[in-house]
């Protein structure tokens, strides 16, 4: 299935095209904008400062469509991540529900596609979720810490309880402090 390409425009987005109809600047929403944008950046950083040179590192992605209960691929964090990751020299496994069959028409084999999560957890160096379904948030901190070489979690979606999760592993979420 070849996804139709729509213009997409995220919440912050679309007040700041109103309120330029109005004739308003809409600062607050464009710094909103300039952060959003920037977070999948941030995710791989956060990598870096764990693993230090990425090449040649696993990395597992949770998650690939935009959000949950979807394979709409537009505007999902999973895109550029996994495009910096790649110029990184990253190895790339990710996992998704219902987007694989969409990811595939945009990286088609730069990555590898896992049947399952602990298949895409299997001996990677790090793992970030770029998409909360209910299927991970169910994963517990044995999950990564029994299937992955290094124990790595960079929660993107902030899905998972960092009290619970930080003694177990090395922690990171997006939007805590990190």
Known sequence: ?????????????ALIAYSRT??????????????????????????????????????????????????DMREARSIPIINQLLKEGATITASD???????KTIFANKIDYASSVIECLKNADCCMVATEWEEFKKLKPEDFTRNM????????RGIYNQKE???KL?????????
């Open 22 to 71: 109005l004739a308003y600047n809409p600062k607050l929403l464009d710094t909103v904008e300039r952060i959003n944008e920037t977070q999948p950046y941030r995710a791989v950083k956060l990598c870096k400062g764990f693993l230090g040179d990425l090449k040649g590192k696993r990395i597992a992605i949770l998650g690939l469509s935009f959000k949950p209960n979807t394979d």
């Open 97 to 103: 529900p219902v987007a694989v069959g969409v990811a």
């Open 149 to 156: 070489r290094q124990p790595i979690l960079i929660d993107g």
């Open 170 to 178: 090395k922690f990171a979420a997006i939007g805590l402090g990190h």
């Open 1 to 13: 299935m070849t996804q139709e390409r729509k213009p997409f425009f995220s919440p912050a987005r």
């Open 165 to 167: 999760f930080s003694p």
